[in-house]
């Protein structure tokens, strides 16, 4: 199946082999069986997330749009969180007048969740619309709705036939999957249902060939949390090697959107963020991709590159740029070299994100002793044997998890890291251990390319200077757990699920880490 | 009002109830629900409430038990059991509160059955359906506290006559609850009262287990807290009034003088209270007296808030600082009664000074109505609220824009400050209140 032909998205699960619950090492994660991974549970989790936050993150972005949530008034709540970064984001592209995003709760109260919630649903798509004459509207199933038994697709396709915008529908019930990344496929499957496969006018027809000596016209596929910092180091890369990039479908509208089917390649700068829509774009419109890097570190960067550059020929142009531009800034970051050589990283974030930063940090001296990833995906498969093969098969410590704090704090006791890498909301947890900590993917900083690498360098550098503040809090401040949790195997709640009969359940990796850091 | 309810500037029961839980020092919930509903309530509440971050054992610590499809058809309540019985080996807490989401609460589980099997063995754990459909932070609030009133406060104890709780400020619905809290009790200390706050940083959960004790239930809210006020009432015999959430010296003598009436206050210790607080707040003044007049800083005042915000600072606009409410909106999902008596509330402010007070939950909707209330006082020079001033929530800066008004942002949803011991309420907030809105006004200078 495909995100044309599925009706409703497929849990990654199912999709990508993908798991939340691992401990070990990169070297046991690369001889582990993929279906007994995917089975792994807790029997103590800390809370998770669900796919409506993701979808509601990307579909928030797309302008003059009306977000209809159909559920308990709860969800949707953190529609405050993202409205946030929506509205930076449009300060950052010189729109100083930034708007706020737009929601509205369908307020699925206990009569509701008896009577069934429909009627509701309907009633409050129109008085959206008219309240806000909106350019797209978009509806969230959630969890109540669903199991009540609402029937979204009637809904939608009434809605359809009324309104004269395009209307998005996204199935994002959160018990449906463990793998909050489902949210991703979720929102690109509203999208191209929406704007393109739906629309009123049809879908856009297949693009004519590129003439020769036309400048090629490049998708990027951007990310809610890309912010205008990559993207400008983006755009001035592919310029510099005789390439049009054309970012989105985030913050995009309508039209550019639909845009994106006339493109010449389609770039992901994070596989497994992108695959269901690239995919979509290659079988429907023949566009061919680049899905394999993310252009974070030098070499990442430098092959992303050249994958691009060899569509179009441009390979030796790419070099050149590429070897300048390495040049350049390996003289830049040697000061903050001397400061980070021979320190050892600890990094937490979306499965392949981490691990190309830590490729990244690898580059700049650094060893890798441990990555906790929220997910374990068919995309990251051979990387961590990358980053040991890096490192002269230093192993490491890996943790997927779809966060569960309990077994990072576990963890970061044990390994003493001297630096803390981490995605937004990881980040206290080491914090409160006293570590020096970088937070990543943050929209006002650089991270790809070559400003991205230097520039992480130097926040690394400056981090590393004066760690007081975390230094302090952790003499102040405690974690919810009993010190006998610190004695523990940092993975013994992970605990093997049902698996089909002719798989055998896997036994629980050994872990070999230092416990002499233990305080 | 709509059927429909716009950028809701309230968390589902489920939230109310976490961030309640959250609030207390050494407790810990243990979410039964979907993956993502103890996250998303926890963002809500931290981004929407001057960040408040994860705390001890909140954020994405919180204890939960994710349930999936599976537990969905064959139901979740082994997984709870399994949960609940993991908790309590690696948490490091004095109290445990199992609380449920949507799903839990659809499908049935015996939710109380099984942590009853725990109750049973002495484990500290308390239990409260709280499934979002059920209502908003609010109703979370009032079943999370009948929860620890009937499950976990002792019976029997001795009522101690000068001991008080306080009730009605929901964590992060009112942004600022811990240093209101803390301020309120300062001043009831200096009464000689003993004061149960429950929610601050400094409660731990033996407050609670104790609070049979006390002699007086005081609900800041006509609407928050009042059933568990009714709870506390009916279980251990613990009398309650209610005595809006006060905001500078008018409206926090009048709670005084409220409180004291009940309590074996004397009036010589009340009058020498009121007169040093009193003191405190004009000691201030005396040097913002200058400013105030020199630069005109009297404004017409839109307030947008829940019950409790935008009666009281309504209150302390009009007979503190010396403004011109113009227009009030309450934000709550309300019922008639409970809209009546926010009504009634506003009889206390003189009517030459009382502003014209709507009930509406959504942001457009409170922009229009404003809109066409100025339209119909238009005038050839200037809009009939020029110079404006806008008390509300970050989702109300856009008004402050469209009328050119100054804002500061105090109710839920907070997003552009960072609140910590902040307080509005009693004679200190008072003073913090009238520094916060006229550096608003001094920040071009």
Known sequence: ?519 | MSNFIERPRYQCALGGALATINSIKRAAAIVHAAPGCASSADGAATAGSGYWGAGYCGGRATPSSNILEKEIIFGGESRLSEQIESTLSIIDADLFAVITGCMTDIIGDDVKGVAAEFQKKGDPVVVAETGGFKGTSSKGYEVIFEALITQYVKKGLPKNPRLVNLLGLIPTQDVFWRGNLIELKRILANLGLEVNTFLTPFDRPDSLRNASQAALTVVLSDVHGQRAARVFEEIHGVPFITAPLPIGPAATRGFLVQVAGRLEVGEKALDEVVREENSWYYSFMENVADIFNDLDLQRYAVIIGDSNYSYALTRFIADDLGWIPYFTAVTDLLDEDEQEKIKSRFENIAAELRPKVIFETDTSQIAARLKKDLASQANPYSSPISPAFVLGSTLDRTLALENKAGFLSVTYPVTNRLVTDQAYAGYRGGVRLVTDILSVLLSNR
């Not at chain 1, 943790?399 to 981490?422: H, K, M, S, V, W």
């Not at chain 1, 690498?453 to 230094?471: D, G, S, T």
Request: overall charge negative; hydrophobic content about 40%.
């Open chain 1, 1 to 519: 199946m495909s995100l044309l032909e599925d009706k409703v998205v497929p849990g990654r699960e199912e999709r990508a082999g993908a798991c939340m619950a691992y401990g070990g090492t990169a070297c046991g994660l690369g001889q582990a069986d993929g279906a007994c991974l995917k089975n792994q549970n807790r029997s103590f989790s800390q809370s998770g997330l669900c796919m409506a936050l993701p979808v509601m993150g990307m579909l928030l972005t797309l302008p003059d749009t009306a977000v209809v949530i159909h559920g308990a008034i709860g969800c949707g709540s953190t529609g405050f969180g993202m409205n946030i970064n929506n509205r930076l984001r449009q300060l950052q592209r010189g729109n100083l007048n930034a708007r706020d995003g737009f929601w509205v709760s369908t307020n699925l109260t206990e009569s509701e969740v008896i009577h069934g919630g429909e009627v509701k649903l309907e009633q409050t798509i129109y008085d959206t619309y008219k309240r806000f004459h909106p350019k797209s509207l978009i509806v969230l199933q959630t969890c109540a709705p669903s199991i009540i038994g609402d029937d979204l697709a009637s809904v939608i396709s009434r809605a359809r036939e009324k309104l004269d915008i395009p209307v998005l529908a996204a199935n994002c019930e959160g018990f449906k999957t463990k793998i909050w990344a489902t949210g991703y496929d979720v929102a690109f499957h509203a999208i191209v249902h929406g704007f393109i496969e739906s629309d009123k006018e049809g879908r856009p027809p297949r693009k004519q060939r590129r003439k020769e000596g036309e400048r090629p016209q490049v998708n990027i596929i951007n990310l809610a949390s890309v912010g205008q910092p990559d993207e400008e180091e983006i755009t001035r890369m592919l310029d510099a090697i005789g390439i049009d990039a054309y970012i989105g479908p985030n913050y995009g509208t309508r039209e550019s959107i639909r845009n994106m089917t006339q493109a010449d390649l389609t770039v992901s700068v994070c596989p497994t963020h992108d695959d269901y829509f690239v995919d979509y774009l290659q079988q429907e419109y023949g566009i061919p991709s680049v899905l394999k890097d993310m252009p974070i570190g030098l070499a990442n960067t430098k092959s992303w590159l050249l994958d691009i550059a060899g569509h179009f020929g441009l390979e030796t142009r790419a070099k050149a740029f590429i070897e300048e531009e390495t040049a350049k800034v390996l003289e830049a970051v040697a000061v903050f070299r001397q400061v980070l050589e021979g320190k050892r990283v600890f990094l937490s974030a979306g499965e392949f994100r981490a691990l190309v930063t830590g490729s990244l940090f690898q580059e700049l001296g650094m060893e890798v002793v441990g990555v906790r990833s929220y997910h374990h995906d068919n995309f990251g498969r051979d990387y961590y044997d990358k980053l040991v093969e890096a490192q002269q098969g230093k192993d490491f410590a890996v943790d997927i998890a779809n966060f569960q704090p309990f077994e990072l704090t576990n963890l970061l006791r044990r390994i003493q890291p001297d630096i803390f890498i981490g995605h937004i909301s990881d980040n206290v947890w080491a914090a409160k251990l006293g570590l020096p900590v970088a937070t990543i993917f943050r929209i006002f900083d650089y991270y790809v390319g070559y400003r991205g690498f230097y520039e992480v360098a130097k926040k690394a550098a400056r981090v590393l200077r004066n760690p007081a503040f975390n230094r302090n809090l952790a003499k102040n401040v405690d974690n919810p757990y009993k010190q006998e949790w610190y004695e523990e195997n940092p993975f013994k709640y992970i605990k093997s699920g049902e698996v089909s009969s002719s798989v055998k359940a896997a036994s629980q990796p050994e872990i070999e880490l230092q416990k002499g850091a233990v305080q």
